[in-house]
């Protein structure tokens, strides 16, 4: 079993739909929670970062972390074409290494 | 965010030279760097982590004679792909973890196309 479960989608929405990523996890220890961006050819840019349960807002990105069923979620308001990426979580306990999903392809279609 | 840059940004190679990558931390000191390696379509795989002054330590099937890491203060780390072959062709990335409220948080770099011909 992997350590992080990530639909790989592709994932196709209109422009100004929401968009809902999830991973989940098996690890309890994890405790850091991000999400990355990635544009073609390019590095990760991160998005989010949350520490244990709660969630986090900023701008059209609410990033969700629920511990206790060991999921975590991205949401995405109002979706703009630029928007299209490779959307990746990523998680760690303490000073560990980072552990990442497979990463979610989006598309948002104008 | 913190920035962390790349350099050279692409580079192409005759099989058996070798390619040094560039990795800096440009307005933080990073407490460790880490370089990955990246597949068309594919998640990043950690071939090794480093701290300043401290020997790399590498991930399973990484040799580190081939991918020669030096990390030589709090900004900087340098990936060299030695005898560089086809095989190696690869996007590496490196990353840095920075210090921040709530904990470390880790900044990717932009990432080095190599390609072995």
């Known amino acids: 079993q992997k350590e992080v479960e990530q639909d790989p989608g592709p994932l196709s929405v209109p422009e100004g739909a929401i968009v809902s990523l999830n991973c989940t996890y098996s690890?309890?220890?994890?405790?850091?929670f991000m999400w990355y961006r990635q544009y073609s050819r390019k590095g990760p840019e991160l998005l989010m970062y949350?520490?244990?349960?709660g969630n986090k807002e900023d701008g059209r990105f609410t990033a969700q972390v629920d511990k206790s069923s060991k999921y975590i979620s991205l949401f995405i308001r109002d979706s703009q074409p630029s928007d299209s990426a490779t959307y990746l979580c990523?998680?760690?306990?303490?000073?560990?290494?980072?552990?990442f999903g497979t990463g979610t392809r989006l598309t948002v279609i104008p | 965010g913190a920035v962390v840059s790349q350099h050279p940004s692409w580079v192409i190679c005759k099989s058996g030279t070798s390619v040094k990558i560039e990795c800096r931390s440009l307005?933080?000191?990073?407490?460790?760097m880490f370089w990955y390696r990246q597949f068309p379509k594919q998640s990043l795989m950690l071939m090794a982590t480093?701290?300043?002054?401290?020997?790399?330590?590498?991930e399973q099937g990484v040799e580190k004679d081939k991918f020669l890491i030096n990390h030589a203060s709090l900004t900087l780390s340098t990936l060299t792909v030695t005898s560089a072959h086809p095989e190696d062709s690869s996007f590496y990335i490196c990353?840095?973890?920075?210090?921040?409220?709530?904990?470390?948080?880790?900044?990717f770099g932009p990432g080095t196309r190599l390609l072995v011909l």
């Open positions: 990353s840095a973890r920075n210090r921040a409220p709530g904990g470390e948080t880790q900044y």
């Open positions: 690890n309890s220890a994890f405790q850091y």
């Open positions: 949350t520490y244990s349960s």
């Open positions: 990523a998680m760690r306990a303490g000073a560990n290494n980072l552990f």
């Open positions: 307005d933080f000191q990073a407490t460790t």
């Open positions: 480093s701290n300043e002054g401290s020997k790399a330590t590498y």
